[in-house]
């Protein structure tokens, strides 16, 4: 039989007092359950992060963690961010964990998947998904944002799971990994699948969110897509090429019919090298843009300092 993992539960919380103390209790109903069986070592916990709440969210997390060892808290000093604040929970914890699982704190995701998790981990995956099996919880706008978001983004050649929100397992291995990758603005979800590993995904339901209310208003809903496109595609920055090539095709066009007109002696004077010339220096514009965003491209990539390879294994 395999040795039983220790396992980190990591809760990132920003202004959730008051759904903790249900999250916390279901939390450690499932930890102890899982200790009890002996699917995970009795050093197992659940760690929160405060994420700079400005609410009672810090006071609960200490004082349930005084009431019970297998609660540990982290707070940071302001609101870093959903993604930071679960870099910040598994950095602080990878060293003395086997596994760690990310889930926020609304549990809204199904917690009951997470003994089929440990499974996976114990078959030898390094990174098991949580994959929601429908979206039939979230508003039609929601749903259809999300379905958007994910067809784009796989055009745009970035390989993103579709509908796994930050519910995961990952690996001591795995998250080692991750802590390799210096960018400032890390979008977890594109990272994951870059790292590779062995990894597998495990369906469920996400629920309603019954206390409290979103963390995630549309105006932050928007700049979390835009930096996960923005950090891994530099095709944005090529959009000024493709349209600077179509403009100058265009240009050749209507150079030709313009002067076609002259000729013709249908044109004012002046009209058609006005014409003209604003159709060649807007293109001839958009195309240096675009050399100097093939630049820029460049430099993006290369300041983010990314690792060029993980190593897996040794023997
Ligand atoms: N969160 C955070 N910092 C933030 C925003 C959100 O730590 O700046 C946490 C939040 O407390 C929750 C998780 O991130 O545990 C996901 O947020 P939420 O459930 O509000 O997002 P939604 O499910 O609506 O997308
Ligand atoms: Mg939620």
């Excluded at 899982?34 to 609410?55: N, P």
């Excluded at 970035?158 to 690996?171: Q, T």
């Excluded at 594109?190 to 209310?213: A, H, N």
Aim: charged share 25%; net charge positive; aromatic share 12%.
């Amino acid at each position: 039989m395999k040795k039983k993992p220790i396992l980190a539960i990591i809760i990132p919380c920003y202004n959730e007092e008051e759904t903790l103390f249900f999250t916390s209790e279901k939390l450690l109903e499932i930890l102890q359950k899982l200790i009890i069986q002996q699917q995970i070592s009795s050093q197992s916990f659940l760690f929160f992060i405060d994420d700079g709440s400005k609410d009672k969210t810090w006071e609960i997390i200490s004082s349930q963690s005084q009431k019970n060892p297998l609660v540990k808290g982290l707070k940071l000093s302001a609101n870093a961010g959903h993604q930071n604040a679960l870099l910040a929970g598994m950095f602080s914890t990878y060293a003395e964990v086997d596994c760690i699982i990310s889930i926020d704190a609304d549990l809204q995701d199904d917690i009951d998947i997470i003994p089929e998790m440990i499974n996976e981990f114990q078959k030898g995956n390094e990174i098991v998904y949580g994959v929601r099996s429908d979206r039939k919880s979230d508003s039609l706008f929601k749903r259809k944002t999300a379905e958007w978001f994910y067809s784009f983004v796989q055009k745009l050649g970035l390989e993103i799971k579709p509908n796994h929100a930050d519910f995961r397992l990952m690996s001591t291995k795995a998250v080692k990994a991750l802590n390799e990758f210096e960018e400032s603005n890390i979008f977890l979800r594109g990272i994951c699948p870059k790292l590779g590993f062995q990894t597998s995904d495990v369906f469920y339901l996400r629920q309603k969110r019954v206390y409290g209310e979103t963390k995630y208003p549309l105006a932050k809903m928007l700049s979390f897509a835009w930096n996960g496109i923005s950090s891994f595609s530099i095709a944005p920055l090529r959009l000024s090429g493709l349209m600077g090539g179509l403009s100058l095709m265009v240009t050749l066009v209507l150079s030709i019919s313009t002067f076609w007109e002259y000729l013709a002696g249908r044109t004012v004077p002046g009209w058609a090298s006005i014409m003209i010339a604003i159709l060649f220096l807007g293109s001839v514009q958009l195309l240096s843009i675009a050399i100097l965003g093939e630049y820029i491209g460049k430099i993006f990539t290369e300041v983010k300092k990314r690792p060029r390879y993980i190593i897996e294994k040794k023997i």
